[in-house]
């Protein structure tokens, strides 16, 4: 049943609500029977339970998964966003709390202790309202410390002029434009940051005349990716996702990372969208209290990426013009370290040329 299941759903890849596919009356019938099946195979297990351990863990196993996949049957927890995440290899059927600060206190007062919370994108703007009210936590002691890093003298920001709203079809070419400048100066050593496969993939063929070893999200693992861009020590990495956190590369190697957009959720989530909907059923700002707070504790996390250790170095390039010429860019410009900026590529030359000189001059004494 489960097979024909998966044939009904198909293996296109995507994220959807759980309700959208029971519009179909194979995918709704399957599952039905599925549950069916599931039900006599968990009574039938019960008696024999007695018989061995073995026995009884496959029935305390058969009854844990018939409940999880009743929700997804009688769909009668108004607490929960249910949703499909279907990938060509097979698909699982998540079941996500709209709020999670009920069930965490919960864990709290059954775990009594001193609780510390420490990152370094907490904050918002300098504030930890988004992070307190997301997990409900009151009356908590605050405490928030510069970075170690002198930003000012180890960084510089650069805000290029787009003329386009990245909506447009033409920003993905304003990006590799800007890209292949920097590169030019920064002698690669530099991450490009997406936000979309898409958009990689675009700029990556954009890219593909460059001097210097391009490689792309993709083609490798990761780990091994990062460990040729380390080796290189000249190379063009592009990423999505999972090179905006978790990445560590120090030294000269990584000198420079550009960001294509400011990194909103895409509002075909399943659970965003349904977190969206359900805060303006009660009145509320979602784009405000959810999209901006989020997107803001992701671009940190991308930004991150550039100044790993006290020597190091590099130029961040932040491509989305909404940053300047939109009102709540100015959260986002209020949440970066405190970097030189500059719109001037000059500048940016000028950066990579002083740090050249100063390494031709350490090498001489």
Not at 72 to 84: G, I, K, M, T
Not at 247 to 255: M, N
Request: proline residues 5%; aromatic residues 10%; charged residues 20%.
């Amino acid at each position: 049943k489960l097979q024909t299941l998966r044939l009904h759903i198909g293996n296109i890849e995507q994220r959807t609500p759980w309700l959208t596919q029971l519009f179909n009356d194979e995918i709704k019938n399957n599952f039905n029977e599925l549950v069916d099946y599931l039900e006599v195979f968990e009574s039938e297990l019960e008696p024999l339970a007695v018989r061995s351990p073995g026995l009884s863990q496959c029935h305390v196993r058969a009854t844990e998964l018939l409940n999880l996949i009743q929700l997804f049957a009688e769909q009668n927890d108004d607490n929960l966003v249910l949703w499909l995440d279907n990938r060509p290899t097979g698909f699982v059927l998540h079941a996500t709390p709209f709020e999670i600060s009920q069930h965490f206190q919960q864990w709290l007062e059954e775990k009594p202790a001193a609780w510390i919370f420490t990152s370094a994108t907490l904050t918002v703007a300098g504030k930890f309202n988004h992070f307190c009210q997301h997990l409900g936590i009151e009356n908590a002691e605050y405490a928030s410390w510069e970075s170690p890093f002198d930003y000012a003298r180890q960084s510089l920001l650069y805000l290029p002029n787009i003329p386009v709203e990245p909506a447009d079809r033409r920003y993905n070419q304003y990006v590799a434009d800007i890209a292949k400048e920097v590169i030019l100066h920064s002698q690669g050593r530099i991450f490009l940051l997406f936000t979309s496969y898409r958009a990689m993939h675009e700029v990556a063929e954009l890219l593909s005349d460059l001097d210097y070893p391009l490689m792309v999200q993709g083609s490798g693992a990761k780990a091994t990716l990062l460990e040729e861009f380390r080796q290189h020590g000249n190379a063009v990495l592009l990423g999505t996702n999972s090179f905006w956190e978790g990445v560590d590369v120090r030294g000269e190697a990584l000198s420079c990372v550009l960001i294509d957009k400011i990194p909103f959720a895409s509002p075909g989530d399943p659970v965003l969208e349904a977190r969206i909907n359900n805060l303006k059923e009660r009145g509320g700002n979602p784009f405000r209290s959810i999209q901006i707070p989020s997107a803001v504790i992701q671009l940190k996390q991308g930004i991150g990426r550039l100044i790993r250790d006290e020597q190091d170095h590099g130029v961040l390039i932040l491509c989305d013009p909404r940053l300047l010429n939109k009102p709540y860019g100015k959260v986002f410009m209020r949440s970066l370290p405190a970097m030189p900026i500059t719109q001037d590529i000059t500048q940016v030359e000028d950066f990579f040329s002083n740090r050249q000189l100063k390494s031709v001059s350490q090498i001489n004494s």
